[in-house]
């Protein structure tokens, strides 16, 4: 099961997940995250420290949401637990999207460069 919220903190939209993003609830992160995108947040955070497994799909929806934001000039960062983080340095995700251990350093990365 996963549950998907999203909250915003200044101009950055952060979309936070609890649980297991796979095949089949991947497109719950999916769809919240094109929501944000849509309605035009350019900064955005994914918050995985609260998921316990992530797949393929799962990346794929990240790294699928990072090219649109980047078509847009906009930013994609990660929070994610170290599981998660073994998952995304192992698949090489890491070299193209910014991981944070928790939203607090996300935001300050946020903060320390330009918009």
Do not use: W
């Not at 999207?97 to 918009?115: I, Q, R, T, Y």
């Amino acid at each position: 099961m996963l549950v998907v919220t999203t909250d915003h903190h200044g101009d950055v939209a952060v979309v936070r997940a609890e649980g297991e993003v796979d095949l089949h609830t991947a497109h719950l992160l999916r769809d919240a995250l094109t929501a944000v995108i849509a309605h035009g947040s350019d900064r955005v955070i994914a918050d995985l420290t609260d998921v316990s497994f992530l797949d393929s799909t799962g990346l794929g929806v990240l790294v699928g949401r990072l090219r649109e934001l980047r078509i847009r000039n906009g930013h994609l960062r990660v929070a994610a637990s170290d599981r998660i983080l073994r998952v995304i340095k192992v698949t090489g995700v890491d070299l193209v999207l910014p991981v944070h251990e928790d939203v607090a350093g996300a935001l300050s990365a946020f903060d320390a460069s330009p918009a």
